[in-house]
T-cell receptor, first 112, second 118 residues
Framework: EDQVTQSPEALRLQEGESSSLNCSYT??????LFWYRQDPGKGPEFLFT???AGEEKEKERLKATLTKKESFLHITAPKPEDSATYLC?????????????FGSGTQLTVLP | EPEVTQTPSHQVTQMGQEVILRCVPI?????FYWYRQILGQKVEFLVS????????KSEIFDDQFSVERPDGSNFTLKIRSTKLEDSAMYFC????????????????FGEGSRLTVL
């Protein structure tokens, strides 16, 4: 069974204080690992897809990296508007299943 | 970025009633999904829909649930005889591809429909 574990559950940062969020996963063949941002009461908003170990993607203050067992979402000099829950999800390679398995998320709060 | 549109944004119903949640996916997309998120819990897969039929469903998606695409555009989730534990956010998602061979895997989610069962 595919599993995704995210840590920490919650993270409070001062504006400008860089940090990283962790996503550990087990999957029977990885088709892709996805990062989403979710604001309260809203749907997940797509950020990145990573397909293979060593791959990196960047978008503004965010950078996602991938190894064979985990992914990191690095946040550089965050701003209050980066406050949200960040979700990690994996998509399996095998079988007919194309659904995503999500982690519980990391709730990020950036204080001004 | 194209949008997936969901209605209603919030529905309150009495236990035992039937509800229909609606979704307008991005046009020309082929794969559609329903996910749900109980307050404070993970986003969970319910069902995937391709070529006007269910392609995959989770153990959550029992006989109480059904999906259809009645008019080629709207995509609906019907929940019969609602229970208190059905209270959740229900998200429609579709896959950003037109041809099956160009599968980038990314799902685009709607804003969700909050269902409250009393």
């Amino acid at each position: 069974e595919d599993q995704v574990t995210q840590s920490p559950e919650a993270l409070r940062l001062q504006e400008g204080e860089s940090s990283s969020l962790n996503c550990s996963y087990t999957v029977s063949g990885l088709r892709g690992l996805f990062w989403y941002r979710q604001d309260p009461g809203k749907g997940p908003e797509f950020l990145f897809t990573l397909y293979s170990a060593g791959e990196e993607k960047e978008k503004e203050r965010l950078k996602a990296t991938l190894t064979k067992k985990e992914s990191f979402l690095h946040i550089t000099a965050p701003k209050p508007e980066d406050s949200a829950t960040y979700l990690c999800a994996v998509q399996p390679l095998s079988g007919s299943a194309r659904q995503l398995t999500f982690g519980s998320g990391t709730q990020l709060t950036v204080l001004p | 970025e194209p949008e997936v549109t969901q209605t209603p944004s919030h529905q309150v119903t009495q236990m035992g009633q039937e509800v229909i949640l609606r979704c307008v996916p991005i046009s020309n997309h082929l794969y559609f999904y329903w996910y749900r998120q109980i307050l404070g819990q993970k986003v969970e897969f319910l069902v995937s829909f391709y070529n006007n039929e269910i392609s995959e469903k989770s153990e959550i998606f029992d006989d109480q649930f059904s999906v259809e695409r009645p008019d080629g555009s709207n995509f609906t989730l019907k929940i019969r005889s609602t229970k208190l534990e059905d209270s959740a956010m229900y998200f429609c998602a579709d896959k950003g591809l037109v041809r099956p061979l160009r599968d980038t895997g990314e799902l685009f989610f709607g804003e969700g429909s909050r269902l409250t069962v009393l």
